[in-house]
């Protein structure tokens, strides 16, 4: 037994959690990267340091998320609302999958990571768009950890997109009288992923903030969320550790009832 409770330096109890290799680890992961800005501007660097900094960080948080038995990594890259940043800042974050892909494809298909872009890829810059696609193309074999970004995405459109599909095909005599669940999320960007795969089973968001910014908001409907104060460069394969330790001291009972703890949530 790992996980266990210890007294810290104010002499309060708190959980230590530790990751613990004999249980499962969380098979899908998505991550909030926040907090690229704030960890430039306290080295009084421009904020594209930080951006710079987040996306070297995606390589070793990946590797390790591969080496714990992860299946499903999905970063929220550039949200549908990132484009009211300034211009600048703007280029600079579609210039990086660019800049990413084209230094780490060949080591992520050494790792056997097989690359997934979900998002409104069609109204990326083209250079972005090409640097995508390629990505998706060259690991496509593989059958490791998918690596899915989430790029120019942003949940409410998502579930707009999915709703106006649904109505077109109920329009064209395709569609069920209801439609259920499954059927819903088959409509929804993160179904490429599968169906026992599609819902993360832990969100962490890094930088402090307590918020899901429009982020898979119907499949993180039963995730478990772990919020770090570090900023996201900062963000270490022990951090990434820590929070699937906190997970697997979770009891998730999917609004049912299971071991000893009695309640609906
Ligand atoms: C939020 O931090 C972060 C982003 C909007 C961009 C995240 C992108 C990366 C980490 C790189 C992704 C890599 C690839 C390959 C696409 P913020 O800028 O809002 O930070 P702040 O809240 O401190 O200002």
Request: glycine letters at 6%.
């Amino acid at each position: 037994m790992l996980n266990f409770l210890k007294k810290n330096s104010d002499n309060q109890e708190k959980t230590e959690r530790c990751f613990d290799s004999s249980k499962p680890v969380a098979d899908h992961i998505a991550v909030i990267m926040d907090g690229n800005g704030r960890w430039a501007q306290k080295r009084m660097l421009p904020r594209i340091a930080g951006h710079k900094e987040g996306m070297n960080n995606v390589k070793v948080i990946t590797k390790h998320a591969s080496k714990l038995g992860v299946k499903v990594l999905t970063l929220y890259a550039f949200s549908t609302e990132n484009w009211k940043r300034p211009t600048d800042e703007v280029n600079f974050l579609m210039k990086l999958p660019v800049d990413f892909f084209d230094v780490f494809v060949p080591e992520l298909i050494e790792e056997n990571v097989r690359v997934n872009v979900m998002g409104y890829k069609e109204f990326l810059p083209a250079h972005t768009q090409k640097a995508v696609e390629n990505a998706m193309e060259q690991t496509k074999e593989n059958t490791g950890l998918i690596l899915n970004f989430a790029l120019n995405y942003g949940s409410r459109a998502e579930i707009l997109t999915a709703v106006n599909d649904i109505v077109a095909l109920a329009k064209s005599g395709d569609l069920p009288d209801e439609v259920d669940e499954k059927t819903f999320s088959s409509h929804l960007m993160t179904a490429s992923l599968g169906e026992a795969l599609q819902d993360p089973d832990l969100l962490i968001r890094t930088s402090g903030e307590e918020r899901i910014s429009n982020f898979l908001l119907w499949q993180i409907a039963y995730s478990e969320l772990f919020f770090t104060d570090k900023y996201w460069p900062d963000f270490t394969t022990t951090d990434l550790e820590e929070a699937i330790g906190s997970y697997q001291l979770r009891n998730r009972r999917f609004g049912g009832l299971k071991d000893t703890t009695e309640g609906d949530a």
